[in-house]
């Protein structure tokens, strides 16, 4: 198999495709998902541990192979956007055990949570402690600021028309694969994949597709497009892209 590398964009180039609702895709029917074995659970960043965040978390999609190493993942909803990078690492430090699907084990996309726990409330509230927590006036006014604009400082996918500016790829190139013969691939294929907070392509999903070197070539693809990091309101979110890409085929590139 040969493989070939042209320019596919320049900055500002806005991306064609229909931005869909986010959604975890449901189990299938007697498979057992995939399984998270070692504590989402994890320590309030200090800076937000003043708001009294109501159950803060973050909501994951997680993709895990067959050999249940985690394979990427994308968050689509936090309470607070800045618990995304804590719960990046958490995630990234959790173990996982693989779905399974007739008894053999598969690669799979489950949905996971990260929750946040404030240590010295969780003394209070188990009474090892008696001194009152946040009580300084400091605390208290960004407790009121927070109060007053959650939807603000909240995260969550979005919609293409809730975007500040259309969704605009700044880097990429296209991957064409070809035969030993030097012969590319010919045909459509159409992706579902999420595009970040920081404008990184996640989570793809082949919806459609003519044949299996289209299909790989599209993936191949994604690796290696990059956006700008969408925002709603001046804030981050992250978007659900369906992307078609389509090879025309024939002979290799000149000078390949």
């Given at each position: 198999m040969i493989v070939f590398l042209r320019l596919l964009s320049v900055a500002g180039v806005v991306l064609g495709g229909t931005v869909l609702s986010a959604r975890a895709d449901n189990p299938t029917d007697g498979a057992q998902p995939v399984?998270?074995?070692t504590s989402l659970e994890v320590r309030l960043p200090e800076k937000l541990r003043a708001l009294l965040l109501e159950k803060p978390m973050v909501r994951c999609l997680v993709t895990v192979d067959e050999e249940s190493r985690l394979v990427e993942f994308?968050?689509?909803?936090?309470?607070?956007h800045e618990l995304l990078e804590r719960a990046a690492q958490a995630i990234r430090e959790t173990i996982f055990e693989a779905a399974t699907l007739n008894g053999r084990t598969v690669?799979?996309?489950a949905e996971v949570r990260v929750t946040f726990f404030d240590p010295e409330q969780r003394a209070l509230q188990d009474g090892l402690v008696a001194r009152p927590f946040g009580s300084s006036s400091a605390d208290a006014v960004s407790r009121r600021?927070?109060?007053?604009?959650?939807?603000?400082h909240g995260f969550r996918h979005s919609d293409q028309a809730e975007l500040d500016a259309p969704l605009a790829m700044t880097a990429g190139k296209l991957v064409v694969l070809a035969d030993d013969e030097g012969r590319t691939a010919s045909g459509r294929c159409v992706v579902d994949y999420y595009v970040d907070h920081l404008g990184q392509p996640?989570?793809?999903?082949?919806?459609s597709s003519d044949n299996d070197t289209v299909a790989r070539s599209a993936l191949l693809t994604l690796q290696q497009l990059r956006f700008a990091p969408p925002t709603r309101a001046g804030q981050p979110t992250c978007v659900k892209v369906r992307q078609p890409f389509i090879y025309e085929g024939g002979p290799a590139p000149a000078g390949s």
């Open positions: 399984m998270v074995r994308v968050a689509v909803e936090a309470t607070h690669q799979s996309t600021i927070y109060a007053n604009a959650k939807e603000h996640r989570i793809p999903r082949i919806v």
